[in-house]
């Protein structure tokens, strides 16, 4: 097996490398490729490339030109969705349908990203004092660098750098090294949809090239998505660096179910946002808060007979409701969770652990896996857990719900169900979290609303894509002027600080 996938840097295909990594096929445990992992140098002449004559055209260039170049990118990736979702399922696990959802949200990020002049225009007060008039302007911060992870090989890279690129940046792209090739197809398809060489960069790998960005001093800006530990580190190290960050990480998404809620719709709503995409998902609904024991009995007998009608299967498994896990690493810690929460007391309903696909007994899978009476002191409860296991915490009052929920560490995205809009109200009112679900499980914006987490689920006060997102990747100026007749030349000296 020869398949190296390689950077992509000043419009060029590179695969010679010195470092590389292996890429599988996590339906069948399958080597399938070997990925370049870019080194310091690797990294520069990436930089190079985003800081060249090229690239800087594109800062200059007229809101009509970058926007013919997202118009058609829009449409190659509408024609070219299935090629795509292919090779998201073949390197991320995930059903075909459940890749094109995730292509339907990254188109849905480039469409809001043609909206960039409307975002950033500035604004104009005539006559401020003395004939002065002041304006605000945005201009590109440069050259964003930006990190992603493996959960969503298209949606996240797309909605953060249609809109980077859209308001003139340049970008250098470390994709997740689990899931390079969609880095790559996404490449192409900016240069056939005629953006110029430079302005788009990828360098596949590992630390190393992440350290590389954060370190270069010609980048500008990071935008990182990924887990909790390493988005504050690379948050950290890249302000130390003089760079905006923005860092958008883990989440344990708490799913608060009233007793006056639809159970039925609950109960649906719980496995499929709780089990879809194989919970690799950060706003998978990582738990159940049932609000009193007679909710909490009820839903665990309808949630115990729809988990166990799921069907697991390989990516292109069309009758497959989920996939196997990303790796074999992710499947061992997944497998030490759920035998560390049966070691600390909670009540094993479906167990997962010894699942075995007929045909690929090498893929990563798991079956779904539910747990009741998970209390918040046990490591369940804590971590993230990022495989098909799930939770029912019980709790009596919505007091009690309200605050299991806000004491997580994370708080990406919390939901409450029931037929009460006071409840609801006071739920959204009083929960910490930077997504909120009232009878929706998933609630994961549209693109021309602001997305990101609260607490530790984001380091850095921008969004990853909304009209946040358009500003972070954008300086302000404001400039005052005033045009004096030359007769009107005030030449006096005034050491006065005035404003009239
Ligand atoms: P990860 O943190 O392992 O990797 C993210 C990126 O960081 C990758 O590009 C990876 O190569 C790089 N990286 C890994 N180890 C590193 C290190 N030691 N130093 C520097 N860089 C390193 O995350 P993942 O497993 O790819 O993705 C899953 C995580 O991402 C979950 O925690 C999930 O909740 C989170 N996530 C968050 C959001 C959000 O919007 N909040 C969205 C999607 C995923």
Redesign the pocket.
Known sequence: MNNMIGHFISGQHITQTQNSGPVFNPSTGEEIARCAYADVAVVDQAVQAATSTNAKKWAKASHATRLQVLFKLRELMIAKTDELAEIIGREHGKTIADAKGEIGRAIEGIEFACNAPQVTKGEYARNVAGDIDVFSVRVPVGVVGC??????PIM?PAVMMAMAVSVGNSIVW?????VPSAALFFADLWKEAGLPDDVFNIVQ???VA??AILEHPDIAAVS?????H??E??YQKGTSHNKRVAS????KNHMVVMPDADLEAAANAFVSAGFGSAS???MAVSLLVPVGEETANQLRTLIIEKTKALKIGAYNDPTADFGAV?SAQSQQSVLKAIDQCVADGAELLLDGRAYEHPQYKNGYYIGPTLFDYISTDMDFYKQ?V?GPARGILRVNTLDEAILVTNSHEFG?GSVIFTRDGKTAHRFFMEIESGMIGVNVPVPLPVSYFN???LRR??FGESH?YGPDAARFYTKLKTVSQKWPEPEESDQAISLAFKIT
């Not at 990190?147 to 969503?152: E, L, M, Q, S």
């Not at 958008?248 to 989440?251: A, R, V």
């Open positions: 990190i992603t992870p493996f959960n969503f996240i470390k994709p997740s090294e689990k790998g590992d630390k992440v350290d990182f998505v990924g887990s909790t390493i988005g580190y690379v958008f990480t883990g989440g690799q998902r950060c990303i993230e990022f990406n997305f990101g987490g689920s984001k990853l």
